[in-house]
């Protein structure tokens, strides 16, 4: 099914439409929530629900924008699964180990969705070339380290690691561009 059919159908009939985007989609918010919250199924089963609770709410918007699903949701998933690592971190539930908490430092770096920088970052990433596209959605939303991205795609670690110097080189341009800025300025 196509992301339009699948956002009209969310729109028609949203029980049906709900269990249609998550059998297509759900293996990939899943993804990308247990590289954020590893230790705690409950917590990464409540945020894919969250995730597509808001594909829900957003479905009207993102049908007239022609937005592309995947990326909407690995950005939503990604944001929510670091909003509630830090509300668990809060809790002192979760410590921070493995590097676990740079990795989410870089990556909240980029703008929450529905703010300009976030919408024009995703709009970005998605435009991008394969394998960049590939390699930044790895790299950022599903949190795998070089080493792994590079095994998956057949490249070097270095060319991994050259591709994403220049992809947020050519990201922040265009939010510079736009006057949007990061925090990572």
């Not at 709900?18 to 230790?39: N, T």
Request: include cysteine; charge should be neutral; aromatic fraction near 4%.
């Amino acid at each position: 099914m196509e992301d339009k059919e699948l956002l009209r159908l969310l729109l028609r009939d949203p029980d049906a439409g709900l269990r249609a985007a998550m059998q297509v989609y759900a293996p990939l918010v899943k993804a990308v929530l247990v590289r954020i919250l590893p230790r705690d199924a409950r917590e990464v089963e409540e945020a894919v629900a969250d995730v597509f609770v808001a594909l829900w709410r957003n479905a009207a918007q993102l049908e007239r924008e022609a937005a592309p699903l995947r990326g909407w949701l690995a950005v939503t998933a990604r944001n929510m699964g670091i909003d509630r690592y830090r509300a668990l971190r809060r809790q002192k539930v979760l410590s921070l180990d493995d590097g676990l908490g740079e990795t989410l430092a870089d990556v909240a770096d980029f703008e929450r969705p529905g703010s300009e920088a976030g919408d024009l970052v995703g709009a970005l990433v998605a435009a991008m070339d394969p394998p960049d596209r590939e390699i930044f959605l790895r790299k950022y939303y599903l949190m795998q380290p070089a080493r792994e991205i590079a095994a998956a795609l057949g490249l070097s670690e270095g060319a991994v690691n050259t591709r994403l110097c220049r992809g947020r080189q050519r990201l922040r341009r265009a939010l510079q561009e736009k006057g949007v800025h990061s925090h990572a300025e």
